[in-house]
């Protein structure tokens, strides 16, 4: 995609960053060190990454920051929807299990539309960690970013939230349901 094409106008900036703020204030346990004005001023030096934030929310994800990385200064923002967002439900895996479907193929593979968002999924270990910050996917669930050993056998991995405890689980790959989508993340 053409960087022209991922820039926001001045008018869609203002909104993203009135949500954002918003967001920020109403969710402090999820950052207690950080101040609203140093974040701003991470996503004002990087157009890019703030259109991502822009697909994020788009799509539904209500992004929000969850850390802080204190070795590289970067604000690290996870898709905090109660929810797996409802945009991206019903993909498959990645794009070589959208190939690898004959019949019924998904609109699209959770990979794909990570990167073209400009995100990547969330690692096992990540969606562990959003989950101590509150409850997520109780009714739904999210892809993860999938060991090499596993995805190579034809399996893809996903969790969800039940009985207040984090379950991982496996499919194929190929395998798509209207409950499931992803998470993701972006470090600015």
């Not at 991922?6 to 009135?18: G, M, N, T, W």
């Not at 991502?52 to 992004?63: A, D, I, K």
């Not at 009714?139 to 190579?152: A, E, F, G, L, Y």
């Not at 499919?171 to 600015?188: D, H, K, P, Q, V």
């Amino acid at each position: 995609m053409n960087s022209h094409k991922r820039a926001l106008s001045p008018e869609q900036c203002e909104e993203v960053f009135i949500t954002l703020k918003a967001r920020f204030e109403k969710n402090m346990n999820r950052h207690k060190s950080l101040e609203w004005a140093n974040v701003q001023a991470k996503l004002e030096a990087n157009a890019e990454k703030l259109w991502s934030l822009n697909e994020m929310e788009r799509t539904g994800g209500e992004p929000d920051v969850v850390s802080h990385d204190k070795k590289t200064g970067e604000c690290i923002f996870y898709d905090c929807a109660a929810e797996s967002p409802k945009s991206r439900r019903s993909l498959c895996y990645d794009h070589e299990a959208l190939v690898s479907r004959k019949e019924n193929k998904p609109k699209d593979s959770a990979m794909n539309q990570a990167a073209a968002m400009g995100i990547e999924l969330l690692t096992e270990e990540q969606y562990r960690e959003l989950q101590t910050l509150g409850t997520f996917d109780t009714k739904t669930s999210s892809w993860v970013k999938t060991p090499s050993d596993i995805r190579k056998l034809g399996g893809a991995l996903f969790c969800d939230r039940r009985y207040n405890t984090v379950f991982v689980y496996h499919n194929g790959a190929e395998s798509y349901y209207a409950g499931r989508a992803f998470r993701g993340s972006l470090r600015i």
